[in-house]
């Protein structure tokens, strides 16, 4: 995720946290939900996915020459994958601590 990809979770985060303290306030205009963010980040790594593996099919073929593009694709894919998985993991263990909290 890009720095103002997670600038707007902040907000969003935080928007959240005075509504549940009683301070109601509205939501930022044009700030897109949470939901949203997170649909939009997993599906641009499952597009650098079937990129990367379209260029790596027309290798393949012979229909492309350039190994380092291949694999360039392939470790851009890779590293966003490995960076969703992550922040997956901390969401899920946020969520977890949130949820064992006492009352």
């Given at each position: 995720?890009?720095?103002p990809?997670?600038?707007?979770?902040?907000?969003?985060?935080?928007?959240?946290?005075?509504?549940?303290q009683?301070?109601?306030?509205?939501?930022v205009?044009?700030?897109?939900?949470?939901?949203?963010?997170?649909?939009?980040?997993v599906?641009?790594?499952?597009s650098?996915?079937?990129?990367?593996?379209?260029?790596?099919?027309?290798?393949?073929?012979?229909?492309?020459?350039?190994?380092?593009?291949?694999?360039?694709?392939?470790?851009?894919?890779?590293?966003?994958?490995?960076?969703?998985?992550t922040?997956r993991?901390?969401?899920?263990?946020?969520?977890?601590?949130?949820?064992?909290?006492?009352?």
């Open positions: 995720m890009s720095t990809e997670i600038s707007r979770v902040l907000a969003e985060m935080r928007a959240l946290a005075t509504r549940v009683g301070n109601a306030e509205q939501p205009a044009g700030a897109e939900s949470f939901d949203d963010l997170l649909k939009r980040s599906d641009a790594v499952n650098r996915q079937q990129f990367a593996d379209q260029l790596a099919q027309s290798f393949e073929v012979g229909e492309t020459t350039d190994l380092a593009d291949v694999m360039i694709a392939r470790q851009k894919a890779s590293l966003s994958f490995q960076a969703m998985v922040v993991n901390r969401l899920v263990e946020a969520y977890k601590d949130v949820w064992n909290m006492p009352i």
